[in-house]
């Protein structure tokens, strides 16, 4: 009698729970892993949303960016964050406490605008505008992309570290991170139309 079976990987559920195996053997480069895959798949977004715009072609040079930014920085940088962010206050049973909330603002108003400051630097030397070119971004854009990232990223940020699991946060964070990416890549490339058409990049 023949049977069918259908492989692991097409089945979600297997799927999730090998996923979550890994979240415990590999943590790190699962984490890394999947930030450069969910980080490239916003700039991929981002660029049809230009494109449908401006009639533009898919740019792989900067989707590429993105996805090896979220491979060596975003999955790495969260994953040591929330591990130093729990060590230093441990998770509560209950998710409404005063260490939720010092740990949120530990997030926000620490951790967010220093990592903001890293992403710029990252992509103008990336790009070859060089750092002289990310300060003048920190000078006049960064209060802006603040303003912006605490409106989504402070109630994100306080679901994440009251009822995700350790494991999970970053995961949930990269979700989140999906949005926040297509709008940093149009503000990060906005402008750049031209001088892609002159370079061919």
Known sequence: TLRCSSPAMFD??????????????????????TAGVII???????????NSKSGGSFDP??????????????????????????SALPPTPD??????????GIDQFVQAPIFTVIILCFFAIVEGKGLAYAKEQV????????IKNWAIF??????????????????FLNCVFFGWVIYLSLLLND????????SGS
Not at 17 to 32: D, F, G, I, M, R
Not at 191 to 198: F, T
């Open 95 to 104: 998710p409404f406490t005063i260490t939720t909330l010092e740990k949120v």
């Open 154 to 171: 402070i109630p994100a940020t306080a679901i994440n570290i009251a009822f995700c699991p350790p494991e999970l946060r970053v995961l």
């Open 12 to 33: 979600p559920a297997s799927a999730w729970s090998a996923y979550n195996v890994e979240l415990v053997t590999h943590p790190l480069v699962t984490k890394a892993i």
């Open 191 to 198: 402008g750049d139309a031209g001088e892609a058409a002159d």
């Open 61 to 86: 040079v900067r989707y590429a960016r993105w996805a090896i930014f979220g491979l060596l920085l975003q999955g790495p940088w969260n994953h040591a964050f929330y591990m130093l962010l729990d």
């Open 139 to 146: 000078r006049t854009e960064l209060k802006g992309i603040l």
């Open 40 to 50: 490239g798949a916003g700039d991929a977004a981002a660029q049809l949303v230009e």
